[in-house]
């Protein structure tokens, strides 16, 4: 497992950790076999990717974009809401197949596609279609540099801030303490030489809400009333 140093930032108390992937509960996976991809430099997508409960781009909106050398380098926080926004053309996203893992997710730094010194190098940012508690990946490529991972609500507000070092290939999974559901969208930039890919995405997929407790003991004693009702008619 690569060294972490984590920092933790005030929407709660509570922090984000990191925990061995396998360990994840998360029923969703995201692979990108659904994507065109081919060999690299792969596939270019200078759009937002939609897929199954969450949602892919460059940065958030409100976020800067800056440059390390190739590699993007996200500030600033998010505006209101959680939205994301696309990069420049032929700098946003990009599917590659690489051989034996299959597709696999870049952001495109800022020399662009089809630059083979691009690739890997961009930001990616993450929006879910629900709020989350944990979330996980494979890391692919990699040459013993860093990235920043950060965690946001879905009002825009920090959870946290880790900044994994000696990237390679690897499985990370990172879990919020006491299990509360507010990772809404994350944020990853690297500043790695090689940059870094992901593949096998994992999350939790929301669960059947629950109904609240006046709400409950409302429906509990209407059903009363109206198995009451029933014994009288058939009493009478």
């Not at 303490?177 to 096998?200: L, M, V």
């Not at 429906?219 to 009288?232: K, M, P, T």
Request: glycine share 14%.
């Amino acid at each position: 497992i690569s060294a972490l140093a984590l920092y933790s930032t005030c929407a709660s108390a509570a922090a984000i950790n990191q925990v061995d992937y396998f360990s994840l509960s998360g029923s969703e996976l995201i692979d990108f076999e659904s994507l065109s991809g081919g060999s690299a430099p792969g596939s270019n997508y200078d759009g937002i990717l939609n897929l199954a409960g969450a949602n892919f781009a460059e940065r958030f909106v409100g976020q800067t974009l800056s440059y390390s050398g190739n590699s993007d380098v996200l500030s600033g926080v998010p505006t209101g809401t959680l939205e994301l926004q696309v990069g420049l053309e032929n700098q946003n996203l990009n599917i590659y197949t690489r051989s034996p893992d299959g597709n696999i997710l870049t952001g495109l730094g800022r020399l662009g596609f089809p630059s083979f010194d691009a690739i890997g190098e961009g930001a990616v940012s993450i929006l879910f279609d629900n709020d989350q508690s944990e979330f996980g990946f494979q890391s692919l490529g990699g040459n013993l540099g860093d990235a920043t991972f950060e965690f946001w609500t879905r009002d825009g507000s920090l959870i946290a801030t880790i900044t994994p070092t000696d990237l390679g290939v690897d499985y990370f999974g990172f879990k919020r303490e006491a299990g509360i559901q507010d990772i809404a969208g994350i944020s990853i930039w690297n500043t790695d030489p090689a940059g870094i890919g992901f593949d096998d995405i994992i999350f939790d997929v929301a669960g059947v809400p629950e109904i609240p407790i006046p709400a409950a003991a409302w429906l509990f004693g209407s059903g009363l009333i109206g198995l009451i009702g029933i014994a009288r008619r058939k009493k009478t």
